[in-house]
């Protein structure tokens, strides 16, 4: 397929389906809501307890990494399921790997949490 150059309005148009995906993630996923609620507390508590311009940027890294893991965890798992409805130990043993990925990134991101709270308070 022949590139067609840089457009703005290509460029537009896939911010427009990056939105579109992340509105349906909110809409289908109940797990994206418990990550908004977490992000949500974490960023409350950083306001409040006064963390530096690089603890900052470690929350907000390992924040990331947690709603990444979860978005592809998601696409995955679709994915899957549309590729076979039986069950099949493969596709288990994918699903389960995709949900072992956002467990890695929440304990991560747990550790971060800690590593950045837990002097705030003592």
Do not use: Y
């Amino acid at each position: 397929m022949k590139s067609q150059g840089f457009s703005i309005r290509a460029r537009l148009r896939s911010f427009r389906f990056a939105m579109a995906g992340i509105s349906s993630f909110f809409l289908r996923e109940h797990n994206a809501w418990l990550h908004f609620m977490a992000t949500i507390a974490v960023f409350i508590l950083a306001a409040f307890t006064g963390v530096t311009k690089t603890e900052l940027l470690a929350l907000v890294f390992a924040v990331g990494f947690v709603w990444v893991a979860e978005m592809f965890n998601t696409c995955i798992e679709r994915v899957m399921d549309f590729v076979s409805i039986k069950q099949d130990t493969e596709i288990k043993f994918i699903k389960d790997l995709a949900a072992g990925a956002v467990l890695t990134a929440a304990i991560t991101a747990l550790i971060v949490g800690l590593v950045v709270f837990i002097p705030k308070f003592f």
